[in-house]
C-alpha cells in the first residue's frame, strides 16, 4: 500500500508486528549513522511495546548506547512522578535500563509554566543541533516517531490550535489540550518535526479506524500535515485500517 503524496504505507497484522516493525526500522536507520544518533520519541499508549521490545536482548545488544540520544516529541505538563508524563513512561520502559543518563532529554516539566519548559528545551535541541536555523541538509533527528490522537493530532499538535501553524519557534507551550489527558502540553512544531530522517507513525487497534478514515480521506488534521523532509512512514496494523483498504 502506498500513496502518491511521499508518504509510505505498511500494512502489518497486529500490535505486535507493528512494533518489531518499528524496532526494525529504528535498527536499521541507527546502523545508518556511524556518528552521533538521535531519536525522537513519542508519548501515548502505542509506543509502549516497542519501548519494551528494544529493552530486550535481541535488541538492545545491536544499539550502540553510548552514542545515540533520546528525546522527546510532546510532554504532558505533569511532574516526572506522574503517571501521564510521557518520557517518564519510555524511561520506564526501556531508558533508564540501557541509556547513558546523559543521553536522555526529556522536556522539563519542572519550569514555571509550559512555555518557559518550551524555551529551555528549545534551546537543549538548538544547543544539540548546534545551529539556531535548520537546515534541510542535516536533518536534526534520524527517527522521530509519531502516534494519532482520536481528533487527527500528532504530537500535542491539535486541530485548530495556533500551535499548528507555528513557524519560527521550534517548541511550544499548549495551555490546554483537546482530548484528554487534559493537562497542559509542550510539543514540538511542525517544521521541527520534519526535521527527521524518517517520521515513523504508529496506529493501531480498532479504536485507531475512525480517525484513520478520516486521514485517509484526506481531512486537514495535524496527523497529516506532518510529513519528514525525508521519509515519512505509517505503520498500520490490521485492526486500524480503514474498511475501503482493507481489500487493497
Ligand atoms: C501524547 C501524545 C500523542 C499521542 C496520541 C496517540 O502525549 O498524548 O504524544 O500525540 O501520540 O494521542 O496516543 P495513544 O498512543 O495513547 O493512542
Given amino acids: 500500500m502506498a500513496s502518491g503524496d ?18 526494525d526500522r529504528l535498527l536499521a536507520r541507527i546502523a545508518a549513522n556511524s556518528d552521533r544518533v538521535a531519536i525522537c520519541l513519542t508519548g501515548g499508549s502505542s509506543p ?21 540520544h533520546w528525546f522527546i516529541g510532546d510532554e504532558r505538563f505533569v511532574p516526572t512522578d506522574d503517571s501521564r508524563n510521557n518520557m517518564s ?14 543521553n536522555i532529554h526529556p522536556i522539563p516539566t519542572d519550569s514555571a509554566d509550559p512555555d518557559q519548559a518550551a524555551r529551555r528545551y528549545e534551546l537543549e535541541l538548538r544547543t544539540f543541533y548546534g545551529a539556531d536555523r535548520l537546515d534541510a541538509a542535516r536533518p536534526l533527528f534520524d527517527v522521530l516517531l509519531m502516534g494519532v490522537g482520536p481528533d487527527g493530532h500528532t504530537a ?19 495551555p490546554k489540550a483537546h482530548v484528554e ?20 507513525f504508529e496506529v493501531a487497534g480498532i479504536e485507531k479506524r475512525a480517525i484513520l478514515t ?10 497529516n500535515r506532518a510529513r519528514s523532509a525525508g521519509e515519512t512512514v505509517w ?3 490490521e485492526a486500524a485500517l480503514p474498511e475501503n483498504f482493507r481489500d487493497r
Avoid at 511495546?49 to 545515540?68: E, F, G, K
Avoid at 478520516?214 to 496527523?223: I, K, T, V
Wanted: aromatic share 10%; net charge neutral.
Fill in 156 to 174: 500535542s499538535l491539535f486541530p485548530d490550535y495556533p500551535a499548528i501553524e507555528e513557524t519560527e519557534r521550534w517548541v511550544v507551550g499548549v
Fill in 214 to 223: 478520516r486521514l485517509f480521506d484526506g481531512e486537514n488534521l495535524p496527523a
Fill in 48 to 68: 509502549k511495546r516497542l519501548y519494551q521490545l528494544l529493552a530486550t536482548d535481541a535488541y538492545r545488544s545491536q544499539i550502540p548506547w553510548h552514542r545515540v
Fill in 235 to 237: 505503520l498500520v496494523d
Fill in 89 to 102: 513512561m519510555a524511561r520506564a520502559a526501556f531508558l533508564d535500563r540501557c541509556a547513558p543518563a546523559a
Fill in 181 to 200: 489527558p487534559f493537562v497542559p502540553r509542550v510539543t514540538l512544531t511542525l517544521p521541527v518535526l520534519a526535521s527527521c530522517h524518517e517520521m515513523l
Fill in 6 to 23: 511521499h508518504r509510505v504505507f505498511i500494512r502489518v497484522a497486529d500490535a505486535a508486528a507493528l512494533a518489531k516493525a518499528a524496532a
